[in-house]
């Protein structure tokens, strides 16, 4: 085996068992709720040891939010994807609705796990972190895309915040709307009203 395909294969492993380690803690809380479920039983389920765990997560809040975890840098590629030209808004709102294309509603488990984090503290706090590191990446990619100085970023960092505010606030108002209720309709909206004067 030449040593060039060894670091691809790594990789692949170590997203396999990041990957399971998350299936297992989403899978366990759902079964048993998660103040039931501890690290140890979230690593004896996938198969790998204690130490493993804290190899690739710090808490077992933390390896439940990285299915979000992988939805926002999905969506902050797909950002950074969007042609030049367009205004921060015009990219963020753009990217937005051709990720919700791409995937279309979330699944009845992601939902399930949605459900889940709005009772429980300390899930909410994980989510948080994966936010603010999201707000980073896409501040950035604000200011590469600002045409008016903003030295200090905070337009960027607003314009950001301001974004992922309104697809938090449109997550949980479809949790509560009828059944049949497209996702996207509600996050259209919502981007739609806090986009007013940020375009």
């Known amino acids: 085996m030449s040593t ?16 399971a380690l998350h299936e297992s803690a ?3 809380a759902m079964e048993h709720g998660l103040d039931r479920i501890t690290v140890e039983a979230i690593a004896d389920d996938a ?3 204690r130490r493993t ?6 808490s077992k809040e933390e390896a439940l939010m990285y299915g979000d975890f992988q939805r926002i840098q999905r969506l902050v590629d797909a950002v ?3 042609p030049s030209d367009e205004t921060p808004w015009q990219a963020l709102t753009a990217a937005a609705a051709g990720f919700n294309h791409e995937v279309g509603d979330l699944d009845p488990r992601t939902v399930a796990q949605s459900r889940l984090l709005r009772t429980h503290p300390t899930v909410l706090a ?22 008016e100085e903003d030295p200090r970023g905070v337009r960027a960092r607003m314009t950001a915040a301001t974004f992922l505010l309104a697809l938090r ?7 509560d709307a009828p059944a049949g209720t497209a996702l996207w309709d509600v996050a259209e909206e919502a981007l ?6 940020l375009a």
């Open 80 to 82: 950074r994807a969007r």
């Open 26 to 28: 989403v899978r366990l």
């Open 47 to 49: 198969g790998v040891s």
């Open 126 to 147: 994980a989510q948080m972190q994966t936010f603010a590191a999201a707000e980073r990446d896409l501040a950035a990619e604000v200011t590469r895309r600002l045409k």
């Open 192 to 197: 739609a009203t806090a986009g007013r004067g």
């Open 169 to 175: 606030v449109s997550l949980n108002l479809w949790l």
């Open 53 to 58: 765990f804290s190899n690739y997560f710090g």
């Open 4 to 19: 060039t395909a060894e670091p691809g294969l790594r990789e692949r492993k170590k997203a396999a068992t990041r990957q």
